[in-house]
């Protein structure tokens, strides 16, 4: 099992999704397991929504220590915890669950990694404003602990298309719940996208646009919306330098891609289940490089 021995008293954690065969979630957990000698093991089972009950179910009745959701069953997670964390109820979605006696505590780890990566990469935006670019899982986890740490204005740039109505319960929550103020603007209102990152230390996509295999794709029509100033992030990373990136760059801009967002999210999973600090030094090196 990838080098993870395997005895009679090892801890089950995994990761519940479709799909899940591209993650690279159980290659940073078995190596921060070997490294800290934790008898663990972590798997990647592709579930079906039609499959979700039945496989947490079983989970619960094997006393697995515990595990992640991706898409598509992070708010059905949501849902079927019994305790859910201060930044969970905000987003109203799940990605770590942790087992005890049967009873699951259900976090976001996603929003943390987000703020981890900002930190990681040397810069410091509490006390700043926002801008986020789309709305969906990963807008919402950003927005959420980005207030819960400090960040005091964000705006949420976006098409109104089919996760735009969850993202505004979001904002609600978060705008009744902190002392970040957050609005929402549509992407066609370039006008405001142009006076929103004007305003705003950091850029954010959130999106899913520029992904591979559409690297040509960007919601920021060109170099005339960036500052020097601005730090320029995107939440994806393949490719790893998006257009986005490579056009804040052209113009002076700091950026970073979502990779060590990645990293940092299961990094707090990894202390959730184990109370160990996961090895990030080691991971980045052998799993991010």
Known sequence: ????????????????????????SPAMHNESFRYHGLDCVYLAFDVSPEEFETAVDGLIVMNARGWNC????????????????????????????????????????DGKG??????????????????????GGAAA??????????VPEIDVIA????????TEKVVERVNAGTDCKICMYELADQVQMKKSIDDSAILVNASSVGMSPHE?????????FFHPELIVSDVIYNPRKTKLLRMAEDVGCNTFNGMYMLLYQ????????TGHEMPVGLVKEKYFS
């Open 1 to 24: 099992m990838n080098g993870v021995p395997i005895t009679g008293h090892t801890g089950l954690t995994c990761l519940l999704g479709s799909p899940v065969a591209h993650s690279v």
């Open 70 to 109: 991706t898409m598509p069953h992070k708010r059905s997670m949501f849902e079927r915890v019994d305790v859910k964390s201060q930044e969970a109820e905000l987003i109203g979605a799940v990605n770590t669950v942790v087992q005890e006696n049967g009873v699951l505590t259900g976090y976001n780890t």
């Open 114 to 135: 987000y703020m981890r990566a900002v930190e990681d990469a040397g810069y410091d935006i509490i006390g700043k404003k926002m801008t986020i670019l789309g709305t």
């Open 141 to 150: 986890s950003i927005i959420a602990q980005a207030a819960l740490d400090g």
């Open 159 to 166: 098409r109104k298309g089919h996760s735009w109505g969850e």
């Open 216 to 224: 040509d794709s960007c919601l920021v029509p060109d170099q005339t």
């Open 266 to 273: 299961g990094a707090y999973a990894f202390e959730l289940w």
